[in-house]
């Protein structure tokens, strides 16, 4: 996928969105602003508990590897028992 055609992703659809990758990985985007996108490279924090806390861990994509990007479900804060 172009770098282009994921700002257009992130644009126009709501969070939260999941990043279908070629290799099989599904990375989950809170929010838009958690995603850097450059033509030759896509940077996701994930993990952050909050809005403006932390990330946990950032994942790093090529463009050319991620397949599809679409709507999911807001994962929960925390693990009810």
Sequence with gaps: ???DTIRQHLNTTKAPLNFY???GRIVYVDHPESVL???HLVAIGSGA???GLLVK????LAPDHIVRIGR???KPLRKVA
């Design 49 to 51: 508990d909050a809005p």
């Design 57 to 60: 861990e950032i994942i790093l």
């Design 72 to 74: 999911t479900r807001r």
């Design 21 to 23: 990758a070629s290799d």
């Design 37 to 39: 996108i450059s033509d």
């Design 1 to 3: 996928m172009k770098a």
